[in-house]
């Protein structure tokens, strides 16, 4: 039997009477070191400094938090290692709430009251299980996944692996997933479901199918899960990324906005809602969800400055040109020499497009690498609509013809043309569509069907 005299108890929940009795019942199992916290700041605060081993966390923490939400911003910033224990204390009238959260599994859930003995017993077969994967752990944290691959492939042959079969199944696909195999991570979560029908391994075909940009087989499958899993709001996120990729950015940002009402703590969602309705076109609802973000998203460095980019698109969308101006001067120096290439671009065209004066310059010296590197969809964007302003089509049309022909054609392609016809240059923008259409008919026609490349 393990010795929690040698472990470390963290018990979290805003009621002292609630606090005392779980740590007499650690007590009572050996514990020596039970520390408090009272709320969902203070546990971070502990959980940043100090890492226990057992955490014993109230689902209800008060202020309208509960322990699915920590449990989700420790992972979110991984805070919270594979080793440590994560167990849910819940009453039975949350009972449902917690095993229905798909994604967001804590390592066990205890109904209260509970004896010491009924503590141990899980306790003891979630340490069981943590040492039987913690070779596995180890290298997927040094991200050696070719190594945590072969420690899964072991287990899964032996006799203790049969207890932990389907978990060791789910790792491997996430595991691959991770690492950028996308096709082996679709195969192996297929290969889950032709013995049990998990929600999460039809997420994760979905998911691979996403990455590999077969949207329309990827839409297919999140909606069986949505359908049958409601409360799997991670697959409603999916759903509406998914949904933005084809160009259905209404659709997406009504999902997204149903599901951040059920989860209004949910600040990773409110970012993909801001996203999906600037793509819509709805700048209210954009500002308002970063507005929510910047106000109330208090883990040390969860604001980013892409974060800031954001809220001040949001505003330059709504016409407010002194708001985003403003905002984007208030990035300190620190924050902007520390941005990539990326970020650069993006900060130094909203600059140029809300200030010329201020913006310009900067705009201008970096020219000559946006005419070479490679950006995602919403920095494209950006250096489209600021070029169009500043007259400078060699580089709006570049930017254009380059996002036309990515995967992302269709997730852009509303808000290029919207930004090209307010120039007056949609027919220079159905100009570029259609040489973008012949150069990939030409590249169609030059690979034979079987080659890799068609595929």
Same mark, same amino acid.
């Given at each position: 039997?393990?010795?929690?005299?040698?472990?470390?108890?963290?018990?979290?929940?805003?009621?002292?009477?609630?606090?005392?009795?779980?740590?007499?019942?650690?007590?009572?199992?050996?514990?020596?070191?039970?520390?408090?916290?009272?709320?969902?700041?203070?546990?971070?605060?502990?959980?940043?400094?100090?890492?226990?081993?057992?955490?014993?966390?109230?689902?209800?923490?008060?202020?309208?938090?509960?322990?699915?939400?920590?449990?989700?911003?420790?992972?979110?910033?991984?805070?919270?290692?594979?080793?440590?224990?994560?167990? $849910?204390?819940?009453? +039975?009238?949350?009972?449902?709430?917690?095993?229905?959260?798909?994604?967001?599994?804590?390592?066990?859930?205890?109904?209260?009251?509970?004896?010491?003995?009924?503590?141990?017993?899980?306790?003891?077969?979630?340490?069981?299980?943590?040492?039987?994967?913690?070779?596995?752990?180890?290298?997927?944290?040094?991200?050696?996944?070719?190594?945590?691959?072969?420690?899964?492939?072991?287990?899964?042959?032996?006799?203790?692996?049969?207890?932990?079969?389907?978990?060791?199944?789910?790792?491997?696909?996430?595991?691959?997933?991770?690492?950028?195999?996308?096709?082996?991570?679709?195969?192996?979560?297929?290969?889950?479901?032709?013995?049990?029908?998990?929600?999460?391994?039809?997420?994760?075909?979905?998911?691979?199918?996403?990455?590999?940009?077969r949207l329309q087989e990827a839409r297919e499958e999140i909606d069986r899960v949505v359908a049958s899993t409601p409360h799997f709001f991670d697959a409603g996120d999916?759903?509406?990324?998914?949904?933005?990729?084809?160009?259905?950015?209404?659709?997406?940002?009504?999902?997204?906005?149903?599901?951040?009402?059920?989860?209004?703590?949910?600040?990773?969602?409110?970012?993909?809602?801001?996203?999906?309705?600037?793509?819509?076109?709805?700048?209210?609802?954009?500002?308002?969800?970063?507005?929510?973000?910047?106000?109330?998203?208090?883990?040390?460095?969860?604001?980013?400055?892409?974060?800031?980019?954001?809220?001040?698109?949001?505003?330059?969308?709504?016409?407010?040109?002194?708001?985003?101006?403003?905002?984007?001067?208030?990035?300190?120096?620190?924050?902007?020499?520390?941005?990539?290439? $990326? +970020?650069?671009?993006?900060?130094?065209?909203?600059?140029?497009?809300?200030?010329?004066?201020?913006?310009?310059?900067?705009?201008?010296?970096?020219?000559?690498?946006?005419?070479?590197?490679?950006?995602?969809?919403?920095?494209?964007?950006?250096?489209?609509?600021?070029?169009?302003?500043?007259?400078?089509?060699?580089?709006?049309?570049?930017?254009?013809?380059?996002?036309?022909?990515?995967?992302?054609?269709?997730?852009?392609?509303?808000?290029?043309?919207?930004?090209?016809?307010?120039?007056?240059?949609?027919?220079?923008?159905?100009?570029?569509?259609?040489?973008?259409?012949?150069?990939?008919?030409?590249?169609?026609?030059?690979?034979?069907?079987?080659?890799?490349?068609?595929?």
């Open positions: 039997m393990t010795d929690y005299s040698k472990k470390r108890f963290l018990v979290i929940d805003d009621q002292s009477q609630a606090r005392d009795a779980l740590r007499t019942v650690a007590q009572q199992l050996g514990a020596f070191a039970v520390e408090f916290a009272s709320n969902y700041q203070d546990a971070i605060f502990r959980i940043r400094n100090n890492m226990p081993d057992i955490i014993l966390c109230d689902y209800m923490l008060g202020e309208g938090r509960s322990g699915q939400q920590l449990l989700e911003e420790l992972r979110r910033f991984n805070l919270l290692p594979d080793e440590t224990i994560f167990m $849910m204390v819940t009453g +039975e009238q949350s009972y449902e709430q917690v095993v229905s959260a798909v994604e967001l599994i804590p390592d066990d859930y205890i109904i209260k009251p509970f004896s010491p003995d009924k503590l141990l017993l899980r306790l003891e077969r979630i340490v069981a299980k943590k040492l039987f994967f913690a070779g596995y752990y180890k290298e997927k944290r040094k991200q050696e996944y070719a190594n945590a691959l072969a420690i899964l492939e072991a287990s899964r042959e032996s006799e203790a692996g049969r207890l932990y079969r389907f978990e060791i199944l789910r790792q491997r696909a996430e595991v691959f997933l991770a690492s950028g195999d996308v096709k082996s991570a679709e195969t192996a979560y297929r290969n889950i479901l032709e013995n049990y029908e998990f929600p999460w391994a039809r997420a994760g075909v979905a998911r691979s199918l996403h990455k590999q940009n999916l759903k509406a990324s998914i949904c933005m990729a084809q160009g259905e950015h209404a659709e997406a940002q009504q999902i997204l906005d149903e599901i951040a009402k059920k989860t209004p703590r949910n600040y990773l969602r409110k970012r993909l809602l801001a996203e999906a309705a600037t793509l819509n076109g709805d700048t209210e609802t954009a500002l308002a969800a970063m507005a929510d973000v910047i106000a109330n998203d208090t883990m040390p460095g969860a604001i980013s400055a892409e974060d800031r980019l954001a809220t001040a698109r949001s505003h330059i969308n709504a016409g407010d040109k002194i708001t985003a101006e403003k905002v984007l001067l208030g990035i300190r120096d620190s924050e902007l020499q520390k941005m990539g290439l $990326m +970020e650069q671009a993006s900060f130094a065209a909203l600059l140029a497009i809300s200030s010329v004066e201020k913006g310009k310059i900067r705009f201008a010296g970096l020219r000559p690498a946006m005419l070479v590197t490679e950006f995602n969809t919403t920095t494209r964007l950006d250096i489209m609509r600021a070029a169009l302003s500043l007259d400078d089509h060699q580089l709006a049309d570049l930017q254009s013809g380059q996002l036309m022909a990515s995967p992302d054609a269709k997730k852009a392609f509303s808000a290029a043309r919207t930004l090209y016809a307010l120039h007056g240059r949609e027919k220079d923008f159905r100009e570029i569509q259609r040489q973008v259409a012949l150069l990939r008919i030409k590249h169609d026609e030059d690979v034979p069907p079987n080659s890799p490349v068609a595929a």
